[in-house]
């Protein structure tokens, strides 16, 4: 049976939290690339980078969105 969830700031969070988690591990990863490596590892990390900036943008955005409703349903 499929049940319904609401996202929540604090998934929201956790959405932020984890796909930063991902960003720093592939950072690390790229800084460590050596001359042997792929030649395309590196651009396949800056794709894989700017999807999840868009991803933790997203998240940050709905989240501010959220914040603004519930300020105002609060008023």
């Known amino acids: 049976m499929f049940q319904q969830s609401d996202i ?4 929201l969070v956790k ?3 984890d796909f930063q ?3 720093m ?3 690390g ?3 460590n690339l050596g001359e042997n490596d792929a030649p395309n590892k590196d ?3 800056q794709k894989q980078l700017k999807e ?3 991803v933790i943008m997203g998240a940050l955005k709905l989240r501010n969105v959220k914040k603004d ?3 105002k349903a609060n008023l």
């Open 8 to 11: 929540t700031e604090q998934y």
């Open 15 to 17: 959405i932020y939290d």
């Open 21 to 23: 988690k991902e960003q």
């Open 25 to 27: 591990r592939l950072l």
């Open 29 to 31: 990863e790229m800084k």
């Open 43 to 45: 651009r396949d990390i």
């Open 52 to 54: 999840i900036n868009a």
């Open 69 to 71: 409703i519930q300020k």
